[in-house]
Nanobody, 113 residues
């Protein structure tokens, strides 16, 4: 059974950091590009970052230089290191197995003082 389980969200002050994790099961990880997306209240879901199975990365302009996506193929897990967080980064963050189209359930990130 395919599962994507995000963790690591929470409440953080502006300028702070969080690291999100997405653990996968079901033998899908190695063949998929993995993406992090986010959806703020009243807004459409948007791509934050993506990493291919070979490790190439791409980022939304709004997070370049602040966020880093990485993957551990031995652990079937993708990470999103988020630094210098801003209130506008507040959203539910989802991971996605891009090629197969599987989504996780999401984890809330709130940036507020």
């Amino acid at each position: 059974q395919v599962q994507l389980v995000e963790s690591g969200g929470g409440l953080v002050q502006p300028g702070g950091s969080l690291r999100l994790s997405c653990a996968t099961s079901g033998s899908i990880f190695i063949k998929n590009a993995m993406g992090w997306y986010r959806q703020a209240p009243g807004k459409q879901r948007e791509l934050v970052a993506v990493i291919t199975s070979g490790g190439a990365t791409n980022y939304a302009d709004s997070v370049k230089g602040r966020f880093t996506i990485s993957r551990d193929n031995a652990k079937d897990t993708v990470y999103l290191q988020m630094n210098s967080l801003k209130p506008e980064d507040t959203a539910v963050y989802y991971c996605k197995a891009v090629n197969d189209g599987y989504w996780g359930q999401g984890t809330q990130v709130t940036v507020s003082s």
